[in-house]
């Protein structure tokens, strides 16, 4: 049947005896005597004061925000359905191809404009190509060929949104990725992985770059912390944009970061909203192949997370997950070896599993709870 983003449905009752077994067999994910390492503050170079407080709370180790007893994490079910991809476009994982075309004839292939032109423009930022966003903007203006602005308008949107790498440039590995969408590659997973990634790099060292789309991710927040009303509704109508409808809706700008810090630690279950309201219910992928999680392949690097470490998001009844191993999926696409663990997690991506989703109510398990 070729690459399917999802292959095997599995029962609730089934995946929380795997998973109670192979967490008692392999343990958890972090070491027996582990002491975090992460710095009591953090800086994200993102000038939004939600976003700094919320930064400090990721937890690297099991690749999800810990407030508390609260597990929170963006899923693929829920980034799939802010960005509207369509179901027929999440059955290919993105990888970089071995015999991808160069940048030079990426980046021709895209704006449609010749070799010596694209050549002139190309920059060299840090370790990486790139093209600045104002020649980009102005080839938008001024291209004669209207199916070729918006593929340049939309490229841009990926490499200054999704993956903002160096200012104002558009990088290199962005236009990989942008090639492939039209080989029904799927991108969501890639957001989660940089998103992910990012997040790790930033709470890890204490400060740093946040290179992700923060914009989505701060709508996948609102959507877990405010009620957005009268909307479900309208989650059929084929006109309907959750984030249209979340960016249309008035925030507060008054509160400071030093506010939002005492809010996420004195978070409790009950002020969660679980489930975002445009989700519609489903089946939640879970595993691929070997890995007891999700493997994620970003653009910049490889990154793993465990979906059922949040089930309540889901209002499926909340056991306790398997994430053996999940900390060591993390590795950059540098040195030896790198090449083969990402055709591995490609491999484990044809193999992929879901679980049934039961609307029970956020309810936890005793275990889960001792966990």
């Known amino acids: 049947m070729g690459n399917r983003f999802l292959d095997r449905v599995e029962d609730n009752a089934a995946v929380r005896t795997w998973a109670e077994i192979t967490q008692r067999e392999k343990g958890d994910s972090l070491a027996e005597g582990y002491i975090s390492e992460l710095w009591d503050f953090t800086r994200v170079s993102v000038d939004k004061r939600l976003f700094q407080a919320l930064a400090q709370f990721w937890n690297p180790a099991y690749s999800c925000f810990t407030f508390g007893r609260v597990n929170l994490v963006p899923t693929i079910e ?36 010749s070799e010596q032109w694209v050549t002139a423009r190309i920059r060299q930022k840090g370790d990486s190509n790139c093209i600045p966003w104002k020649i980009l903007k102005d080839l938008i203006l001024a291209h004669p060929d209207a199916r070729k602005k918006v593929d340049v308008f939309a490229l841009s949107i990926y490499g200054l949104v ?20 039209e080989k ?20 890890r060292a204490g400060e740093g770059s946040f290179i992700g789309c923060a914009q989505l991710l701060l709508v996948w927040f609102y959507s877990h912390f405010w009620k957005v009303d009268k909307v479900s509704y309208r989650v059929f109508s084929n006109n309907y944009s959750p984030l249209k409808e979340i960016v249309a809706t008035p925030r507060r700008d008054d509160i400071s970061e030093e506010k939002w810090m005492v809010i996420f630690q004195n978070l409790q279950e009950d002020d969660i909203k679980w489930r975002s309201p445009w989700l519609l219910p489903g089946e939640i992928l879970y595993r691929c192949g070997d890995f007891d999680w999700v493997p994620l392949i970003g653009i910049w690097e490889a990154v793993g997370y465990a979906p059922l470490l949040v089930l309540r998001q889901y209002r499926s009844r909340q056991f306790v997950p398997a994430t053996q191993g999940l900390d060591e999926c993390e590795f950059l696409y540098r040195g030896d070896g790198y090449k083969r663990r990402v055709r591995e997690m490609v491999s ?7 679980i049934k989703g039961l609307a029970v109510g956020p309810i936890t398990t005793p275990e889960y709870d001792e966990w």
Request: aromatic letters at 8%; hydrophobic letters at 40%; one cysteine or more.
């Open 78 to 113: 829920e980034y799939t359905g802010l960005l509207r991809c369509s179901k027929i476009q999440v059955d290919k994982v993105y990888s970089n191809a071995v015999n991808a075309p160069t940048f030079l004839k990426r980046l021709m292939n895209i704006t449609g404009m």
């Open 162 to 181: 999704m993956f903002p790498k160096t200012s104002g440039h558009v990088d290199e590995a962005v236009t990989d990725l942008f090639d492939r969408l």
């Open 348 to 354: 484990a991506w044809n193999q992929t599993r879901r």
């Open 184 to 203: 029904r590659v799927t991108p969501v997973p890639t957001i989660l992985a940089e998103t992910f990634r990012s997040l790790n790099a930033c709470r």
